[in-house]
């Protein structure tokens, strides 16, 4: 995919191509903003315009290269992401060996890390040193939604491009565009989707509705004044990471959406398009304060079980806040 393909964004291409047209590509980028709204995306569009037999100030989509870059087998694109909770040194070490020697193919060799700001402390400070040391054969493309967990000195010897979630009217065309979507289920996971297209895939998932009716359920449920279904609720997040901030994000959407409702009569603002008398009840026996308390809760337990925190205890103690809050 070029950068004339990729939906939104239309500031940071300009501010990319602008840099290829002019060979003033600096070392390192990094590239923050909520997942799936194109940041990885992009990183690769970078890959292949720089790369590109036809030309620097975007991909043709056609030459080897690029094609090569597409099936993710070009010798000069390196993609690092975490082994299980963080990047490790090993990785960042391969990297660096990699960078010793001139690209094998293409003029510059592009390595792209994902979830940047999972680097342990000896990956990120080894990945500093090469930061500190830039070769120009080489270019680093740092990818985080969470650039606030980096270090200092990471960041400020990247260039930063901040990607704001996509306008509803772009995941909408989106879908409909590339995944064929009826008009009903496309105006419905853009507005469920916050911005974000790969979220919107995700919801398109039967899986997916499945799991967010039945968190929805449980969280309506009057039981929730019951520590014994509070408990049991908690249990049902699982010993996932990855499966409880999903839970937790649709949570948080629930929320969002109450006190939305609390400030402003205009439902289309709301990401549970289809549930929307639950989202008014809840808004109405509710201040705004318990809401944005309930939120907060619900952040705070997603940045702890992001950082490896005790799950039951996190996700329990987060169940009373939100059941005391109903009293």
Known sequence: ?????????????????????????????????TRGIGKKTTALAVARAINCQRGRRDACDACPSCLKIERGNHPDVLIVAPEGQFIRIQAIRELQDRMKFR???????????????RMNDTAANALLKTLEEPNRNNLLILITPRPYQLPMTILSRCQMLR??????????????????????AAHMLASSSGGSIGRAIEMNDENYL???????????????????????????????????????DIMRSCFRDALVCKETPDSAALFNQDRIPMIRSLAAGLAGTDLLRNIQAVNRAARAIDQNANKSLTLEAMMFKLAFSRS
């Open 1 to 33: 995919m070029s950068f004339r393909d990729i939906l939104g964004h239309e500031k940071q291409i300009g501010i990319l191509r602008n840099a290829l047209e002019r060979n003033r590509t600096p070392h390192a980028y990094l590239f923050s903003g």
């Open 103 to 117: 690209p094998f193919e293409g003029g510059t060799r592009v390595f792209i890390l994902i979830d940047a700001d």
């Open 163 to 184: 990607f704001s979630p996509l306008s509803r009217e772009t995941v909408f065309r989106h879908l409909r565009e590339r995944l064929s979507l009826e008009p009903e």
């Open 210 to 248: 499945t799991l967010r009716n039945r968190i929805l359920d449980r969280l309506f449920d009057e039981r929730m004044k019951n520590p014994l279904h509070v408990l049991s609720f908690a249990a049902d997040f699982g010993p996932d990471r990855k499966g409880i901030l999903k839970r937790l």
